[in-house]
C-alpha cells in the first residue's frame, strides 16, 4: 500500500458509526463490543489481526475513538538516553545483528567512566530517564548491574534508571546464585526503577526456539516479569511482530501479558516493536520475508489498543522502528505515546533501522501537533513533567499509567 493510501484509510474523516458500518458484519461486531467495554476473546483478536479493506480501516477508526476516550489528546513523551552498555553477548539471537563475540574487533564494552559521561550528557540535555540495555557478556562481574546501578545512583539520585531487561535479569540472577526474588530486591535497593519488558519478542516457545534457542523461555520471562512487579519494580510490556510468528502466536501473547496485568497491575505500556531485518542471520539465511512497513504496523497498534483496553492503556508507537512518517500516523491508530529522545539507539540501527538514534524534544512535539494532538513530556511512570519551556500541556483525559498498580506487601508496608 502507497504512502499516500495508507494515509486516507487511517486519516479516514468519516463518522465512526459509518466506517463501522462498511466493515464485514463479524468485524463489525467485535469492534461494538469494544466499544462497549468488553473484553475481546482469542477469536476476536484473531479476526482483526485478519481484518483488510473496509474492516482495517474500521478497526483504526475505532481504535482511534477508543484512544481518544480512554487516554484523551494528549500524547506523551519522554526525554531519555539509550546506553547500550555492552554488545558482547554469547547467546546468539537470530533476529538480532547488535551482539558481537568478544574477539571481535568491534566488541565493546562501556567502562564505568564512559557510562556516567553519557549519563552526564544526558542529564545536561534535559533528561528525565536513562534506558540501560546490553548484551550478555560473560566476562562482566557477577554483580555488576548492581555495581552500575549503585555507581549511578550515588551520583544521580534523582535520574530513573530503566534498565535490564527479563533477559540480563535471568543471567545476573544465575552468576549471582540469587532467586528472583532476591536479585530483582537487590536492584531495587542499588537505584534501579523500572525493568523494560523486553526480550519478550514473541512469548511461544516454539517461536522463540527458531528466533534464539538459548533466550528466556515463557515460564521464566514470565516468573521474571511477575516478581519485579511483586517486589515494586513496574515494566514496560512489547512485543516484536513481523518475523516468522502467525497471528495466534501474536493474540496468545498479548493473552498472556493481559493475564499478568489483572494479577500484577505492573505494566506501565505497551510497545510493539516491528522486526528491523536488514542485517539480521533469519533475513540473510532467508527464514523471514518481512512486509511492507505500513498497513501490517497500523492494523498491530489499532489491534493492541482494543485487545489491551482497561488493562494497559498506554500504547507507544515506535519512531525507531517506523521512521517519524509512520509513527506520526500510528497516534491516529490508537497510540497515546511517542516513546523518547533516545540519544543513542544501537540495536535497531545494527539491523538496519534508518530513523536515526536521536529525536530532539521540539520535533517529537511538532510530529504530535501535526496530528492535531497535545504534547506532554512524562516521566517513565507516566507522571507528568512540567515544563515551563513547553507549558504543562496536561489535557482533558489524562491517565496516570500508575493508577491500576498496587506494589508488593514488602513496599505497601
Ligand atoms: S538480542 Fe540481546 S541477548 Fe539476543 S543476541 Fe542480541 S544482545 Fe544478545
Known sequence: ????????????????????GTATAPIAAILERSLAGE????EDGLALLHAEGADLAALIRTADHVRSIDAGPTVTYVVNRNINFTN?????????AFARHRKDDDARTDSME???????????????EIC???????????????????????????????????????????????NYYDYISMLRDAGLGTIPGTAAEILD??????????????????????????????????????HIEKPEHVVRHLDILRNIQKET???????PLRFIHTYTVLYQKGLVDPPPK??????????????????????????????????????????????????????????????????????????????????????????????EAHGTGHGPGWRSGRSTFTPGPELAS
Open 114 to 128: 564512559t557510562l556516567l559521561a553519557k549519563v552526564q550528557e544526558a542529564i545536561d540535555r534535559g533528561a528525565s
Open 294 to 387: 505500513g498497513a501490517v504496523d497500523m492494523r498491530m497498534y489499532a489491534f493492541s489498543r482494543l485487545m489491551l483496553r482497561g488493562l494497559i492503556n498506554n500504547l507507544q508507537t515506535s519512531w525507531v522502528k517506523l521512521g517519524t512518517e509512520l509513527a506520526q500516523l500510528s497516534l491516529a491508530a490508537g497510540c497515546n505515546d511517542f516513546g523518547g529522545t533516545l540519544m543513542e539507539e544501537q540495536i535497531s540501527k545494527s539491523a538496519g533501522a534508518d530513523a536515526g538514534e536521536y529525536l530532539p524534544v521540539t520535533t517529537i512535539r511538532s510530529l504530535i501537533e501535526g496530528m492535531g494532538r497535545i504534547p506532554q513530556e512524562r516521566t517513565t511512570l507516566y507522571d507528568r513533567v512540567a515544563d
Open 205 to 242: 516457545d516454539e517461536v522463540r526456539e527458531v528466533l534464539s534457542h538459548k533466550k528466556v523461555d515463557v515460564r521464566t520471562w514470565v516468573e521474571i516479569i511477575t516478581t519485579a512487579h511483586k517486589v515494586g519494580v513496574r515494566t514496560t510490556s512489547t512485543v516484536m511482530y513481523a
Open 1 to 20: 500500500m502507497l504512502m499516500q493510501e495508507l494515509r486516507e484509510l487511517v486519516l479516514d474523516t468519516r463518522p465512526l458509526e459509518r466506517v463501522i
Open 132 to 178: 540501560m540495555q546490553g548484551g550478555i557478556n560473560p566476562e562482566m562481574d557477577a554483580f555488576e548491574y548492581r555495581n552500575i546501578l549503585t555507581r549511578i545512583k550515588a551520583r544521580y539520585p534523582q535520574l530513573h534508571v530503566h534498565a535490564f531487561s527479563p533477559m540480563e535479569i535471568m543471567y545476573g540472577a544465575r552468576r549471582t546464585g540469587m
Open 39 to 42: 473484553e475481546l476473546s482469542f
Open 265 to 271: 497491575g505492573g505494566f506501565t505500556e505497551f510497545v
Open 88 to 96: 558482547v553477548c554469547f547467546v546468539g539471537c537470530q533476529f538480532c
